[in-house]
């Protein structure tokens, strides 16, 4: 009797195991396509303070992977480059591929991104829209 309760345990703690990682990988919405929006420095020091700077996601996505370009106005000094990414429920995070000098956390809203993120000249915001 005590073998099958301790299986019984076994098999079920397997089962809640399983439906973790089920959770991790949730998605429930789709990024592919073109974005385009801007990056608006916070706070902080130096000259980029304040300004923003156009900026364009051409992504692609296959389950919860996200491979894709970042475009960003080079008159800002805006970065420009692949990124790479995951989504998990409707959250977009991403970085720069082979160094992460571009990073962001996105809500995806429908047709609209918005959310932290940072670049090489510090913190900030992005705000994106898909293109039609």
Known sequence: MWAFVAVALVLASGCVKQQDWIDRTLVTVDVTGVWRGTFEWAGGGGSVRGLS??????????????????????????PTGSIEGTVNSDVFRFRSAGGGAVVGELQVNGDQMTGPGSTTFGPGTMTLRRQP
């Open 53 to 78: 700077s156009a900026m364009e996601l051409t992504l692609q996505q296959s389950g919860p992977k996200v491979t894709g370009q970042l475009q960003g106005s080079i008159l800002a000094g805006g």
